[in-house]
């Protein structure tokens, strides 16, 4: 049985402060592992790791894969009242189909207050 | 270039009816999927197209379908809705070659109350 667990669900910080948002899984098959932040509507796409300790890096976002432990943490430094959102884990892999799907966590709200 | 476009944004039915949501893919892209994220939920997988077949299929009821079209843009169709039908209908597209580039890119989705 697939499964993405993410924490915490839901997370009230200030701005400036540093986040660590966590997301764990079990799944067979695993080819990738990607992050996604929904603010609205559209999840918009923000990392994909593949591979176990490399960190990937975007500004004041970063995230990395530890396959061994099945875990992936996305760090936000500095954050802004613009990084408000939820924050969504999802796993490629190949559960019974023949190209992959994505099987999401719950999502982790961030709330930044000024 | 445009993203992935979905119509309509909103739609309210009453149960039993049935719907029709739509989903043109980023240029380029050949691969559709439709997820339903309920609220305070992550979006979860219903379907999977790629040149116009069907490639995946997630634990939903037989009430639920989907169709992709030669210009790669794809349907979902729900028959006899339920309540618990309501949700936001999201479509991803993606290149889906090799993982590295198997990013799935989404829409804005599709708002759907049933009364």
């Known amino acids: 049985e697939d499964k993405v667990v993410q924490s915490p669900l839901s997370l009230v910080v200030h701005e400036g402060d540093t986040v660590t948002l966590n997301c764990s899984y079990e799944v067979t098959n695993f080819r990738s592992l990607l992050w996604y932040k929904q603010e609205k509507k559209a999840p918009t796409f923000l990392f994909m790791l593949?591979?176990?300790?490399i960190e990937k890096k975007s500004g004041r976002l970063s995230s990395i894969l530890d396959k061994k432990e099945l875990f992936s943490i996305l760090n936000i430094t500095a954050t802004q009242t613009g990084d408000s959102a939820v924050y969504l884990c999802?796993?490629?892999?190949?559960?019974?189909?023949?190209?992959?799907?994505?099987?999401f966590g719950q999502g982790t709200i961030l709330t930044v207050h000024p | 270039d445009a993203g992935v476009t979905q119509s309509p944004t909103h739609l309210i039915k009453t149960r039993g009816q049935h719907v029709t949501l739509r989903c043109s893919p980023i240029s380029g892209h050949k691969s559709v999927s439709w997820y339903q994220q309920v609220l305070g939920q992550g979006p979860q997988f219903i379907f999977q197209?790629?040149?116009?077949?069907?490639?995946g299929r997630g634990n939903f009821p037989d009430r639920f379908s989907a169709r992709q079209f030669p210009n790669y843009s794809s349907e979902l169709n729900v028959n006899a809705l339920l309540l618990g039908d309501s949700a936001l209908y999201l479509c991803?597209?993606?290149?889906?070659?090799?993982?590295?580039?198997?990013?799935?890119?989404f829409g804005a989705g599709t708002r759907l109350s049933v009364l």
């Open positions: 197209y790629y040149e116009k077949e069907e490639r």
């Open positions: 991803a597209s993606s290149l889906l070659q090799a993982v590295a580039k198997n990013i799935q890119y």
């Open positions: 593949t591979s176990s300790g």
């Open positions: 999802a796993v490629d892999w190949l559960g019974g189909t023949s190209y992959g799907k994505l099987t």
